[in-house]
């Protein structure tokens, strides 16, 4: 079965400094790899997703994300982060076939940005 | 373009009275449909998703159902609420395998 963990549930960053939520997945495959931002009492927003090819990819809002097959990650990372990143981040994988695309999602992280 | 629409955007119920909660999206066919629960610090939890009118796949045993009486609808529901249905729940939609899911908004639904 599909697993994903987040390892750190709350993250406190400066703003203007760099961040990098991680993520890491339990598959049987390359799966397919996403992350969604959610505000408080919001729904979930896409942020990016990876399906294949090149393994950085960029998203919404400034953020990119890495995909390291090695070491079955995926982590989110912005340069910069802005007081309006705070808000929940979830990382989530997908089966590339069947099973009714169902998504499975980490714990989330917990980003505050202290000005 | 695609939308999806939840609602009612909160709710409080008694414990033991009857639930439902609709979504329904618009500008696709044949979409993919779920209902997530969310609890504190528990991430998000499939209960229950539809691949056609009328399919339904349960994920976890609980007190709720769902169904799809049209294509493009789903609905949430349960005949006795426990305090243990609390939670924030979000229905999705997506196009195929493989592809991303879209959120509604939620519904916070506190039971009393």
């Known amino acids: 079965a599909q697993s994903v963990t987040q390892p750190d549930i709350h993250i406190t960053v400066s703003e203007g400094a760099s961040l990098e939520l991680r993520c890491n997945y339990s598959?049987?495959?390359?799966?397919?790899l996403f992350w969604y931002v959610q505000s408080p009492g919001q729904g979930l927003q896409l942020l990016l997703k990876y399906f294949s090819g090149d393994t950085l990819v960029q998203g919404i809002k400034g953020f990119e994300a890495e995909f390291k097959r090695s070491q079955s990650s995926f982590n989110l990372r912005k340069p910069s982060v802005h007081w309006s990143d705070a808000a929940e981040y979830f990382c989530?994988?997908?089966?590339?076939?069947?099973?009714?695309?169902?998504?499975?999602f980490g714990t989330g992280t917990q980003l505050k940005v202290e000005l | 373009s695609q939308t999806i629409h939840q609602w009612p955007a909160t709710l409080v119920q008694p414990v033991g009275s009857p639930l439902s909660l609709e979504c329904t999206v618009e500008?696709?066919?044949?979409?993919?449909l779920y209902w997530y629960r969310q609890a504190a610090g528990r991430g998000l939890q499939l209960l229950f998703y539809s691949v056609g009118i009328g399919q339904i796949s349960s994920e976890v045993p609980q007190n709720l159902s769902a169904s799809r009486p049209q294509d493009r609808q789903f609905i949430l529901s349960s005949k006795k609420l426990l305090l243990s249905d609390s939670g924030f729940y979000l229905c999705?939609?997506?196009?195929?395998?493989?592809?991303?899911?879209?959120f509604g908004q939620g519904t916070r639904l506190t039971v009393v």
């Open positions: 999705a939609w997506s196009v195929q395998v493989g592809t991303e899911a879209f």
């Open positions: 500008g696709t066919s044949n979409p993919n």
């Open positions: 598959y049987g495959a390359t799966p397919y």
């Open positions: 989530a994988v997908g089966p590339i076939t069947g099973g009714g695309n169902k998504l499975t």
